[in-house]
């Protein structure tokens, strides 16, 4: 599920019980995010100049959202199936994407609906950091993985939560944050869970996979001229991290 970090109004490290409620907001956020600096044109690009050519390869787009990224990766030639946790925005990806786009609404903390080495990619666009365990989908990513496989994934950087939270959390453990998104006229309460970059790598080998690329790359240069003050900001402050990990051929 693709996110932005503006209107953030309040860290603390308790869990919300209603949050990440993103049916109670799903066209507000789909507006929001579809043109913002943050999506737009720095995570949403990161993603698919990792994923580099994509033409007839059968990707599943885990944490699809309104369907921005499916769209962009089916416009470059890839075969997109997306599943989302949120039946509205499964709802908006259907809207968008089309009939022919094979969309579900799924957990990714349990079985996925889909075969033993069904897919050659899974992107996961800003989704993991929702999860407190990375195992059991980390497990479903690979099991649906073909051998040589990738999983490309962006989370928030544990520096983010490391920095904003109050109190401050130690750095090597693993702990929730949550925060109100105020966007739209609404104060929306979000849950994130935050680990340290050890924790990351471990979690994606312990589930198999062979890490590849870890990478911290810069938005696009020309929203410089239409995000003048916000860009200097996003260009210097760590935001996101990005990975490729790949299923082992043999």
């Known amino acids: 599920m693709e996110h932005e970090t503006g209107g953030l109004e309040e860290a603390r490290t308790s869990p919300s019980a209603q949050a990440n409620d993103y049916d109670s907001f799903a066209e507000a956020y789909s507006a929001e995010n579809e043109n913002n600096l943050v999506n737009a044109y720095y995570e949403r690009p990161a993603m698919l100049a990792i994923a580099d050519d994509v033409t007839g390869r059968r990707v599943l787009d885990a944490g699809c959202g309104a369907g921005a990224l499916s769209a962009e990766l089916q416009a470059r030639g890839a075969v997109v199936t997306g599943v989302d946790i949120s039946s509205e925005m499964v709802r908006l990806a259907k809207r968008r994407l089309g009939d022919g786009t094979p969309l579900h609404v799924a957990d990714l903390r349990d079985r996925l609906p889909f075969a033993d080495a069904a897919f050659d990619d899974v992107v996961a666009s800003l989704v993991l950091h929702y999860l407190e365990d990375w195992g059991s989908a980390l497990a479903e990513f690979h099991r649906i993985l073909k051998p040589g496989g990738r999983l490309i994934a962006s989370v928030e950087h544990p520096f983010v939560a490391y920095t904003i939270s109050d109190p401050r959390p130690g750095y ?3 702990t929730s944050y949550s925060f109100n998104w105020e966007f739209g006229g609404s104060t929306l309460p979000m849950t994130f869970w935050r680990r340290p970059l050890h924790s990351m790598i471990d979690a994606f080998t ?24 916000d860009f200097e900001q996003l260009a210097t402050t760590p935001t996101f991290l990005f990975f490729v990990v790949e299923v082992p051929t043999s």
């Open 172 to 174: 090597f453990a693993t």
């Open 206 to 229: 312990g589930a198999g996979f062979h890490l590849t690329t870890i990478s911290e790359p810069q938005p696009d240069p020309s929203a410089r001229e239409i995000f003048p003050d």
